[in-house]
């Protein structure tokens, strides 16, 4: 059986890879967001496919069901598709990976992923990841890791923050710690996203993380689109703050926590009588 199922095999010009994973890094959309911007925006089809039945526990991510009428209409598997992005940029091209997170055989799956990079002869894998945090709607905190000093230097020199972490781990952090030992340059990027901005998608992130990924990957990208889809957004949730007085208090007590630094908001500022999730308020 083979891990990774081939239509064929793109001509890339010294592509890097970006992976966007669905699932536990994925917050506000902002991973796969992120890729599926970068698919729809270059135009981009799949040319692979990770087999499900190796990589996933159904009953952990679930096939979902769309029953209509009482007649089956469809049943979405969780999946994982490679796109050969052609960037026009006349120097780098991507590997761009979509995927649920692989729930089973993780050591396999990226040696599966080498594999194909290897075949396809990138040299940088870049993770993309996104959690709920601390802080507000309009800051655009991303922080990184990177496996050596020079890709290090790219990211404090675009202003990410480095990673201070220690817990449980996504699959990121198995391809970062086996990525150099295969041959592979490593990134891994993480944005912190508003946690009471729970189950919307945080556009005005996306744009940073793309043009991040523009700078390092040495390729262009329009992010206006989704500046524009930010922009909207926020000029509800500003209305919102505006005409609520529990959701404007809240926000006031995390502007005062955060006492000059974005990433030490004090607990007592979010307790639970304090949480609020806006996509109750926005729809």
Same mark, same amino acid.
């Given at each position: ?112 992923? $080498?594999? !194909?990079?290897? #075949?396809?002869?990138? +040299?940088? %894998?870049?993770? *993309? &990841?996104?959690? /709920? ?61 508003? $946690?009471? !901005?729970?189950? #919307?998608?945080?556009? +005005?992130? %996306?744009?940073? *993380? &793309?043009?991040? /990924? ?63 999730? !806006? ?5």
């Amino acid at each position: 059986m083979q891990a990774i199922q081939f239509d064929r095999l793109p001509p890339l010009r010294d592509p890097i890879l970006i992976a966007g994973f669905g699932g536990w890094g994925n917050a506000l959309d902002v991973s796969t967001g992120m890729v599926d911007y970068l698919i729809r925006r270059f135009d981009a089809s799949p040319f692979a496919r990770l087999d499900t039945d190796m990589f996933y526990r159904y009953d952990a991510s679930r096939p979902v069901a769309t029953i209509q009428a009482g007649t089956l209409k469809s049943l979405a598997w969780p999946r994982g598709e490679f796109y050969g992005v052609l960037t026009g940029s006349g120097e780098r091209d991507l590997l761009v990976l979509r995927a649920d997170e692989p729930t089973l055989r993780w050591r396999l799956f990226a040696d599966e992923l $080498f594999g !194909l990079c290897r #075949t396809l002869g990138v +040299g940088t %894998i870049v993770t *993309l &990841g996104a959690m /709920l945090d601390h802080v507000l709607h309009s800051d655009r905190v991303i922080s990184g890791m990177a496996s050596t000093d020079a890709l290090s230097a790219d990211l404090r020199a675009a202003d990410v923050m480095p990673i201070y972490y220690e817990g449980p781990s996504a699959v990121h952090g198995l391809i970062q710690a086996d990525g150099p030992r295969k041959g592979f340059d490593c990134v891994s990027i993480w944005c912190h996203c508003p $946690f009471y !901005l729970e189950n #919307t998608t945080h556009f +005005g992130l %996306i744009a940073e *993380l &793309g043009r991040l /990924l523009a700078r390092l990957g040495g390729f262009e990208l329009d992010t206006a689109p989704l500046e524009a889809q930010w922009n909207s957004l926020r000029n509800r949730i500003q209305r919102l703050i505006e005409e609520n007085p529990k959701v404007g208090e809240m926000i006031e007590e995390l502007k005062e926590a955060k006492d000059g630094d974005v990433m030490a908001v004090k607990k007592e500022a979010v307790r639970d009588d304090k949480v609020i999730r !806006l996509k109750d308020f926005l729809e």
